[in-house]
């Protein structure tokens, strides 16, 4: 019987030197375009995934400063939390499993907060607004932490809320100064109008004063002045 390889070139009718005659000229000329065509597609497809390629490692390397820089939570469109990093894990005092397990939705809790632009969280997420102000964080020991906290929603083809980004900094720190601070100048405020009322009252004792003995020298100098004209004029008859 014949081989398995001889079975398959009978039942296909391969014929190897059929194939080569029938590879001039024009179907010659057609396979060398298509092979061609066939190059400069898969170069093109080499070039493009190297693009693709360097544009991923571009975005890992920003996650990577973003992360290592500022506080970085996802949202979804009801709140929930989608993705956070080390650092909002840190400043919630809270695992990341937790967080994304929980049904804690922090930026709508606080969508009554006014930004710096006058309006409120809420409204900005409702109408697709960049949100900039600063949101409390409290801590398991009652105490409070304050970050500087962008939020920027993400929309659909069809304009609806999909998702958000928050981005913040720990200003705790730079807070507390900054208030310690305002008492400070409000400390020296009052040390200033204390020590000018202080002052103002020495000024008007002291003119009381120089009032008080302008009067007394003009009221000798009469007592003196009247009986003194009169010895001198006694005086002058002798």
Known sequence: GLAPQQQVIVDYDIDDYKNKAELTGPKLFSTVVCALRAYDNLHAMAEQQAAL???????????LALNEHAIVAVTERDGRLRAVNDKFCRLACASAESLLNSLHAPLLERAATVGRAGLSL??????????????????????????????VPFLDEFGHHTHSVAVATDITEARLA???????????ELRVQRRTNELEEAKQVAEAANHAKSIFLANMSHEIRTPLNAVLGYAQLL
């Open 53 to 63: 390629r360097a544009s991923l490692k571009t975005v890992q390397n920003l996650e």
């Open 122 to 151: 809420g409204q900005c997420l409702a109408e697709g607004r960049v949100w900039q102000g600063e949101l409390s964080h409290v801590q398991p020991d009652g105490s409070q932490r304050w970050a500087e906290t962008t939020v």
């Open 178 to 188: 900054r208030q310690q601070i305002l008492e400070l100048n409000h400390d020296l």
